[in-house]
């Protein structure tokens, strides 16, 4: 038995020895191979000698030196099989490994021969372990080498593909601008966020693969280029294979483009939405009759918007709106402090309703700027297909319902004040329904005043003389009165009153607080406080109008002669009642009024023409009231009731209702020269 | 278990013969040869052998899908061109544009392959495929792959010992990276197993099929055939080698050969036994049938596309790349219809590129998740390029000469910015902007690179050039350096900005070819007001302002007229008024007194009268011109302030004015 085991024994290491030659002989042959040829005889070496450990050494490393020559991209399938085989064959290399054997050949491991057997084992125990462990490793790393270098890739074609898209959204910036809502921010965003996971991934794979047994390894340098042109920029596709790849800069496009939507179309729409809340507010307010309240258009910069809305869209219809806007706070400015600010609490002599005029004419010169452009909003050809954010939350009646409503509240605000006018006129001359109209709404008036004796007064008209005090014209019995009451807390104290011979015939609010009022043939100039003036007697005739000339103190009268209906006397007299000046003149026309103007007095005349027109007629007179000559103003409208005022030595006021709709006014402005510069009805 | 599955295919077979016979009635003549089928990628047409009329030929028939069967076979080719080549092994491509078939000419002696395309309906003759698939020894049953990088192909065994000469080993010659072919090789011996033939390489490119002689035996080693020809499928994935199984499903006791794929598992193949005829040794048919699913080839998708310019079509280049590696994995070439199809691996991304010289570059990404997928492409020669140029500080169009120039600046046109410029594709341009006033702008555009888009709308924002003055304020009397606020009106683009001045000088950038007015009312000077008009040419470098003291001074206002003994405002007194209006404006806290004055002619008392009402004229003036009263004193004072004694007509002229005093600045 031990003879048979001896000889077993001596067989076996027969055969490991003979093993071990032939494996020795493979080995040297090396040198005359090429590295296939080596493998493949490694490879029918192991089949033969299946527990042999170095062959799977020799494998492991062979293998792990066909995977560091592969692509490890491009060529996958290999890689990752070489790796693959590279780890079984070092793990079978530690599974089968035999320290006597290798110990006695420490150069199958390309180490050198060692006295020192425990060195020399430890040494080849880090030959073999190491190489399993780094086997490992690159395993692993590979692993993650793919996983981050597809990622990377999948980013960024995902970063570029959704730039396409957006880029495909629109044919122009301003298009994206214009409809930039949070679907496009998500998308912009997400076209960032894939860029930066890319670059994120593609430094990780940079990472792992510097620390890849790779022999060609590639520098993994990104040169990113700039986005600079929409559409143009950022479409070629990159090459990740390259050494240094150059990728386009989706990430920091992300970023600009976000910051440029932000400045540009946040900054739009603040801009817009602030104007025109701002509009909106002033302009309740001005409505509201806000004391003084003065637009600063300076700061509104509404050229800027305008200019603003048209580089996004050149159609919209929001240029017209905010040309219009400003012209309606410059008309709302006008309106409000003409209104509200440039109180005027004086009596209305004809200083006073010409400075009125004036006022008048600078209001209408504003409405009809701010109506001829909210008109152009509704014949413009442009559109509000854009900016349907400011339109929902800020206009929601559109453009032209916008201006709908802006051309009636300014054809009410104007005709409010075209009625403050002729309430003027009807104060100036005690045109009684009208001053009652007005003492109706005069809180301080009690109509119902009884004088002391406990009569009642019959109350023809109402003049505000001053705050607390009303010069009142009417009846106490049978007697005509003219009185001035006072204010006092609930009631009325009558501060002077006058029985009137007969009823005035002619009343007129003069300057300085003096009132003018003739009956029968009885001129009487008095105070407000009663005190009477001058009282002279005139010749036959139905006053029309009287001048009073402070510097002269002269009366100029503008008379009906008594015999003759077409004939009118014109009449100047002094203080002391005598005549300086007169003359006369004819006319089939209506006599309006009359006043000087530099050396020359005009009257005015009108003439209701078959087509319903009106014809304004003006005759001059020098300072003897010799004619110099006419004027005939051509109106398009049939006039009634009418007021001609003198604005100034440039231009002349007519207001006057319609005479076909009585609800509505004529409004005109005319030159010396016969010319009507402006006619609108309101 | 494989004999059960072996059952059920025979039964399913044999139910499904009388469907499979009607598909084919039209080329399964009788007594008719038919062999060597090969059905395209798309399974849309058939190519083969046929001796319908006694000769063996190469035919192609197309698939009638409403009536299921396949089409009268017509002759590939012209009787000439079957008179001088001996066909065999038609089989086409990927997108059916072309033929590979083995021919044998008349001045040669063995098989060789062959190409022609398909051009106007017809087959061209076949030419020599120029490979290096070609030896001296018969090379036989080509199979490309459809991808067209992998052809496999045939060989006869040279040696003497082989028995038969159908016999042949089966090689495969491929591409490499840089797209060249490499060397023919044998497949790996589990393949070559000594007596094989007719393979084919399915859609996937990985997967073949091939006919072997070889005796059979089950799982538990039973023969189940004998002598035959059967088919095997095998797998080759460009590293490892698949062990090939049989295809049960069409096993039968006939020999099966020449095995083809339509779509993802129909079956078309030749069958026959092998008895003699004469000298043929095939007496065969074609027939249909399924494949098992663990032999299936991997997925594909199929990509086709039209590409097109201007609806018209395109015989465009299609490159299929790999975003991955970035690499070509296709080059395709539209028909002339711009029709193109192509075979791509499933669940892969890849980008599809359209080319074609002198027209725009186009790609799309696309991810093949579907079994079918349509990409089409308009390409153009031009893109419609229009520039809208703004002002970059007030937004506002500018007319702007557009300059294009090619890479080297060579003027290619010139067009104004209102407009729409067509630029052809195939070059990179630069265009330059100009306009009067403006810094001039450059954009690149690269032309000469991938165009997606036919239509460019660029908004270019041009800086305007400023011009520097410098501005000095001072005192006029001490020479004193004043600070104090500047309002700097563009008169050009009605905007108005304040700025402040320190030490009494400022430089203002101030936009080239516009008209300035700047205007200051420092505390307690006169108002000064200067027009900066920088349209001129000459240089406007420096203005030096001295403004006078008005603390305590009384100003004159020019040109206030009234009419005669009146106080009347003349209407030429406006525009002087309005300058007063301007200043009290700037300075809301001022308060001021209006005095008017007369000459000595007329009485005292009349001229005091007459001279408060025109001093009160003028106070309702800038009354009703939005300066509050409570900021206004009307004074009138005759002719008790001279300014000259009334002895000319001048002199009494000079003493008729009005003036304006400052009494307060905020008090």
Known sequence: MRKLLTLLCLLAFVRLCAQSGEYRKLLEEQRNQTQDEFFFALQDFQKQNPQFSNVYFQLAQMNLNFFSSEDPIINRLSSDQYIHNAKINAGLAKSFYDEKEAIKNPDWYSLPKIKEKDSLVAMINQKVDGLYDSVVEYTNRYVELLDNYDKAVQKYLSSREGFVAINNSSENLRGLFLKADRSLEESIDRVGQDFDSSMYYLNRYRIIYQQMPHMRKRQVLVKRQQIEHFRMNGITPSNFLADEIVVWNYGQWSKDFRQLLKEEVDGLKEEITEAYRFFLSTNRRML????????????????????????????????????????????????????????????????????????????????????????????????????????????????????????????????????????????????????????????????????????????????????????????????????????????????????????????????????????????????????????????????????????????????????????????????????????????????????????????????????????????????????????????????DDIRVVKNDDQTLTVASKLRSEEEKYIYALLNYEGEVQHESVF | MNRHCLLIAAILLLLLNPILAQEFEKINLPNAIVMQPKVSFDGTQLVFMANYDGRLKPYIADYETDSARWSDPVLLFDETTNGQYEFQYPQLNFDNSRLLIAAKSQRKADFDIYESQLANGSWTNPSLLDNGINSDRDDLAPSQSSDGKKILFTRPFDTADKKDDYCQEIYLIEKDETGQWLTPRTLAPTYNTGCVCDPFLAKDNKTFFYASYEDLSDAEGKRISRNQFNIFWGKDDGFRSFTPKVVNSIRTDEDVRSLSIAGDSTLYYSYGDLTSDNQRRWASSMRGGPLESSLKPDGMTFLSGIVTKSRSSVAANIRIIDPFTSQAYQDIICDENGYYQVFLPIDRQFSILATKEGLSLQSQLITTDVEEMEVDFELFEAVKTSFNVFDEEFFFPIFTIVTIYDSTYNQITQVGSNGTVVLDIGQELNVVFSADSYLEDTLSLPLDQEVLFENFDFDIVLKRKVKSVDLSFEDEETGNSLGLELTVFNVTRNEKTKRQVKEGKITLELRDGEVYEISTSAQGYSFFNAELDLTKEEPLKEVKARLKSVKNQ??????????????????????????????????????????????????????????????????????????????????????????????????????????????????
Not at chain 2, 623 to 641: K, N, S
Request: aromatic share 10%.
């Open chain 1, 288 to 639: 509201q009759g806000e004391e003084c309240l003065q637009a600063n258009l300076e700061n509104l910069k509404l050229q800027r918007i305008i200019n603003l809305v048209t580089k996004y869209d050149n159609q919209s219809i929001l240029i017209d709106v905010f040309y219009y806007v400003g012209q309606k706070l410059a008309f709302g400015n006008k309106f409000v402090y003409e209104k509200n600010c440039n109180i005027i609490d004086d009596l209305p002599s004809d200083d006073i309703i010409s400075r009125k005029a004036r006022a008048f004419q600078n209001i209408y010169t504003s409405w009809s700027v701010a109506d001829s452009t909210a008109q152009l909003i509704l014949e413009s050809p442009r559109n509000q297909t854009h900016f349907s954010w400011f339109y929902d939350s800020n206009m929601p009646e559109g453009a032209i319902g916008f201006s709908d409503l802006q051309r009636k509240e300014n054809n009410e605000a104007f005709i409010e004040e075209l009625d403050r006018l002729y309430e003027l006129s009807a104060i100036q001359n005690m045109a009684l329904m009208d001053t009652m109209r007005f003492a109706r709404q005069d809180s301080l008036f009690l109509s119902d005043y009884s004088s002391a004796d406990g009569d009642s007064i019959e109350v023809y008209a109402v003049i505000p003389t001053t705050d607390s005090t009303r010069l009142v014209y009417g009846k106490e019995g049978e007697g005509l009165k003219m009185m001035t009451l006072q204010a006092d807390q609930e009631d009325f104290r009558l501060v002077w009153e006058k029985a009137q011979p007969a009823p005035i015939d002619y009343f007129k609010v003069l300057g300085d607080t003096s009132f003018v009022a003739i009956h029968e043939r009885t001129l009487v100039h008095f105070y407000a406080s009663g005190t009477e003036k001058v009282s002279l007697k005139l010749p036959l005739g139905e006053t029309r109008n009287l001048l009073y000339n402070y510097l002269k103190a002269q009366y100029s009268l503008l008379m009906k002669d008594a015999k003759n209906d077409t004939t009118y006397n014109l009449l100047q007299i002094d203080y002391r009642g005598k005549t300086t000046a007169q003359g006369k003149f004819t006319t089939s026309g209506e006599v309006i009024t009359h006043f000087t103007n530099g050396d020359l007095v005009w009257v005015f005349t009108s003439i209701s023409n078959p087509d319903a027109t009106t014809t304004l007629r003006a005759h001059t007179f020098n300072s003897t009231f010799q004619s110099v000559g006419t004027f005939d103003y051509q109106l398009t409208n049939e006039l």
């Open chain 2, 554 to 667: 009384a100003i004159v206002l020019n040109n206030i007229t009234f009419e005669v003994n009146s106080y009347n405002l003349g209407a030429q007194s406006y525009e002087e008024l309005d300058k007063l209006v301007t200043y009290l404006l700037e300075n809301p806290d001022y308060r001021v007194e209006v005095a008017a004055h007369t000459d000595d002619v007329g009485g005292d008392a009349l001229n005091l009268t007459l001279s408060n009402l025109r001093a009160n004229a003028v106070l309702e003036y800038l009354q009703d011109h939005a300066i509050t009263v409570e900021r206004l004193i009307a004074q009138g004072y005759g002719e008790t302030v001279p300014l000259f004694p009334n002895d000319t007509d001048e002199n009494r002229a000079k003493n008729r004015r009005v003036e304006f005093k400052i009494l307060s600045e905020g008090e």
